[in-house]
């Protein structure tokens, strides 16, 4: 079978990640990356990449490895990159600023297959998925995709795990404490809001957070159900999920959401994962799960709250966008389409 084929734009944190994930796999390459970035900048991120980095060369505009070579082009419009010319099955847009229809269609018009933005879209989108909870809702005919956040795809795993627990949840609130991300300043400057004006490095900045939304738009069951909001803290990397649930039958106890979760853990160990260790967030780093489960922090408040914590990071989110590409790109081979 013929290989994946992937475009990203935009190479950031995400964007390495989804080489580091290509470069381990057998059934994907990446094709072609686009970023106003100096390819020999990009170059000298991925061999400092994590702990080993990435063993990759620049020859000239091709970054190769002994599995593929990509091609660099220099842009971060989507009209601008010629992708028919690369064959891609999928554009990943890691950009973190192209996430309406029209940025998404523009990636279409210039030879894109299929296009998946890795935030929380702008607009309603052909289909949001959160693989591992609504992954057979997918269509064919789906061009304009999201895969979720690291948040979506934390908090909508957690409401998936304690429902097919047969724990019903009423109402459910939560904050997610965020490692600072690279569209936020170090230093005071002017930004888009007051809060989000000040040191990423230096203060806790209360935000708001889209994914309660976009989980009610996965699953409709908790319409009116879910708030949220997020703290940004100063922490590199590694996020926390503290959600607090209210519950409609009064028995349920702290065992009783640790097992859910536990069991739900064991159907789906790719997705979830739990832990009895008092981790704290430099030790979620590495994890590839959309949530680790921190069973130490689970409490219970009167006959029906109860407060959870769950951990994730970055290269969780990168995994499930690689598994959303390969749930459509087996759904076209089914129907005879080889990706």
Aim: net charge negative; proline share 4%.
């Amino acid at each position: 079978m013929a290989k994946i084929k992937l475009g990203i734009m935009g190479f950031g944190v995400v964007g390495r990640h989804l080489y580091r994930l290509a470069l381990e796999s057998d059934d994907v390459e990446i094709t072609a990356i686009s970023d106003i970035g100096q390819a020999a900048i990009i170059h000298y991120l991925l061999e400092t990449e994590g702990v080993e980095g990435i063993d990759c060369r620049l020859e000239k505009n091709t970054l190769s490895n002994d599995k593929f070579k990509t091609r660099m082009l220099c842009s971060d419009q989507p009209c601008e990159v010629p992708w028919d010319i690369f064959d891609v099955d999928f554009v990943i847009d890691a950009t973190r600023i192209h996430n309406t229809c029209a940025h998404m269609q523009a990636h279409l018009d210039a030879g894109a297959r299929r296009v998946l933005t890795s935030m929380l879209p702008a607009d309603h989108i052909d289909r949001l998925v959160i693989h591992g909870v609504n992954e057979d809702s997918i269509k064919a005919s789906d061009r304009m995709i999201c895969a979720g956040s690291a948040t979506t795809c934390a908090l909508a795993v957690l409401l998936d795990a304690l429902g097919k627990g047969g724990l019903d949840v009423e109402r459910a609130f939560m904050t997610t404490v965020h490692c600072y991300t690279s569209d936020q300043a170090l230093q005071d400057r002017a930004g888009p809001d007051r809060r989000r004006s000040r040191s990423a490095a230096e203060n806790i900045i209360p935000n708001s957070n889209a994914s309660p939304y976009w989980v009610e738009q996965v699953m409709p069951e908790f319409t009116g159900k879910l708030a949220g909001n997020a703290l940004n803290v100063p922490v590199q990397k590694g996020s926390m999920l503290d959600t607090t649930l209210v519950l409609s039958n009064p028995d349920i106890d702290v065992d009783d959401i640790n097992a859910a979760l536990s069991a739900a853990a064991q159907v789906k160990p790719d997705i979830l994962a739990v832990t009895d260790d008092p981790i704290v967030s430099s030790d979620v780093i590495g994890c590839r799960q959309s949530l680790l489960f921190d069973m130490q922090a689970t409490l219970k408040c009167g006959q029906r709250m109860v407060k959870t914590l769950g951990w994730y990071e970055t290269l969780g989110h990168a995994n499930r966008i690689m598994d959303v590409v390969r749930d459509y790109c087996a759904l076209d081979a089914g129907a005879g389409r080889q990706p």
